[in-house]
Structures are given as C-alpha cells and as structure tokens.
C-alpha cells in the first residue's frame, strides 16, 4: 500500500524557497555544478608550491600566495612559490611541500626528499565537472547538503512543499490540556504526539478539534479531515459499542486497505482512502498511537512529502536483561538503549497507555511473533525513538 501513497509522488506540489530555510525538506529539482569543483587547483596546505621534479633540492623563493589571490608568474625549474592553504598553485607548479618538511633560508628553501606530482592539492575539477549533477530530486536537504547549496550558487531551492496532515483526536473522555480535567477525563496527548511525528516525518500538522464518540461529531470531523492531503485520526477504532471511526470512515466511501495489524501495541490499526485523501486510523492509547505512527504512518507522510524511501530507522543491539513474549505479534515495547548504541534494556512499563515510560524510553524492542524468549546477550532488533 505504500507503492499506493508513493504513486501519487507525481503529483506532487513544489514550491521554491529560501535554501536556508530548506533543512529537513525534499529536492524537487537536479543541482548541478555552476563550474569546477574546486574551481581552480587549489592547496591543501601552508607550504611551498614547487615542481616534483626538482626534489630534492635547495630552491629559489621567487614568491608567495595567499588565498583569495592569484600568482601571476610562473614556477620554473629550481623556483618555489611560498604558498597557503586555500591559494591557487601557480602554473609550473605540480605539487605543494608541506611547511614542515622545509627548511628556509633567506631567499632560498631546502627539501631533502622527494614528492609525487599532485600532492596536497586538489586539481579542478577533481570534486566536480561544471555542469554535472551534485544533488538529485528526492534527497532530504540536511547541513551537507545545503553547503553544497551554497556552494554553487543556489539562495533559493525547489522542494516539494509539505503535506497537510489533519489530526483529529477522538474520545468522550478527553479535554485539551488547557483545560481543567474532571476526575474522569484524560488530557489530549496524542494530538501533541501526532504533530510532532508528522512535522519530524515532513508534513504540516494541522491539528483539529476532538471528535466526540457520537456520529455527527465524528463525521462533522472525518469530513473536515478528508480535505487535507492525509487526516490521521487517534481513538474510536476498537470494538467497543463507542469506536465509530470505521462506519463513519466506510459512510463516507473509504475504502480499506487493511484495519487490524498483527502487532502489539497497535492492533486495531485501520489505514485506507477516501475523498482521494489518505487515511489512518491509529488505536488511542499512547504508546500504540506513536508506534503506530511510527511504524506506518510516518513512511506515509514521508513519501506524501516528496522522499523517494522511508525505510524504518532499526538497528540490532545486544539484550542486557532477558525477554520473554507470548508468540502471534510482533511487539514494539519501551526499551532504552546505551549511548553507544550496543546494548538495550526494556524499560518498565504498565501497558500500552503509560505515557511516562515511554517518555523514558529512547527505543523500542522489536520482538518477532514466532520466538517465545530471548537471553540476556541475544542480539535484538531495535527501533529508535
Ligand atoms: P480508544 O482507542 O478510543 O479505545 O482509546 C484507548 C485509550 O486511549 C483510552 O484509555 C483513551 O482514553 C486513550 N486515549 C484516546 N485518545 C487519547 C488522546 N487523544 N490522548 C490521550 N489518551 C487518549
Ligand atoms: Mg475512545
């Protein structure tokens, strides 16, 4: 199904802004190099430009250069032009002595040994040919890439612009977190959450109001919802005699791609379209929410916002303390994960409403519905938080 989102990547809308304020976005045109790369021989060290084949060898200093200046002479046999890093090698030149394996002396400068032409300078050209590509349509612009922006020229670039995703939290039971709760209500958190991971994953979280558990607030929402480019919904979806999500969802023409996953926290998982808008329907307790989101949700949001992949962010790490499951699910529990990344240990937790270990947790453990068990140093599969 996700093929399904990312088919609609060619109709995707751009728009072109300000480079600098492009982190995290998507490429929507090919960059190519203005000229060279790097543009001019340039050195990479504070020495003397000389030619290789006068080496060793006692030679004449007939000058200097500075970066940002050119030489306008040229090195002939025996001759050294003093020489910073970031300078143009003058022409003659073929290579550049570092300062240390120099000896000065008035206008002369000895070099007891030999180099090869062509050290610690970079030739034109040798990063990049002016002309060809240097970034590609579909790559997330991070700082590397937009110093390469900078570098060759480009104040502005074409990215796809962000995918409105509409958020409506659903629950009789929950009040926004300005508000003063009775004994009875649970604050909104999943809306929080939600807008977070949708912004992190590329999209524009537009946060709606809560849908009561009654038909008409609900459809009031859906409908609402549909008319941004992905409406994520939390809540509604079990099987109590409240959970209207789907009949709403199916009242308006959804159609289902698929409403439960074999996973845990998350089952009742409901993901479709309708009104051409794509759709979730994420289970309310917190941590299957954010699991949810995490695991189908935010590759969504990411290809509706230009990425070419969205692969999930795992890694294996080895288990410091025994897990054990019961086998059917694959289960995403609270764990944390050294600094170093090489070990995990599943954090306490009360089940998938308690917000506070998941707060704790930097990860979560992924254990596979067929193995029962894992010792403590088995190698684990983990998804970052
Ligand atoms: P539901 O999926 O509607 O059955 O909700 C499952 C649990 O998640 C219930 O205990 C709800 O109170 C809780 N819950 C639902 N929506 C939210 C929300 N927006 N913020 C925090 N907790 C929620
Ligand atoms: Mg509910």
Redesign the pocket.
Known sequence: MLREVSAGRGSLLTEQIPSLEAAGRILAEEITADRDYPPFPRSARDGFAVRAADLPGELTVIGEVRAGEIFHGLVGPGGAVEIMTGAPLPDGADVVVMIEHTERAGKLVRISRSFKPGENFGAQGSEVRQGSNVLSAGRRLGFAEIALLATVGHECATVYKRPRVAIV???D??VETGQQPQPFH??????WSMAVQVARAGGDPQILSIARDNYESTRGLIEQGLEHDMLLL?????A?KY?IVERVLADVGAQFFFDRVLIQPGQPLVFGTARGTFFFGL????ASTMVTFEVFARAAVELLSGAQEAPLPLLQARLSKEVRHKTGLTRFLPAQVSADGSSVIPEPWQGS?DVMALARANAFLVTEPDRESWAAGDMIRVLLK
């Open positions: 939290p659903t629950g039971e929950i649970i604050r909104n958190s999943n809306a939390s809540g509604g979806v079990s109590g959970d289970p309310g307790n917190p409403g």
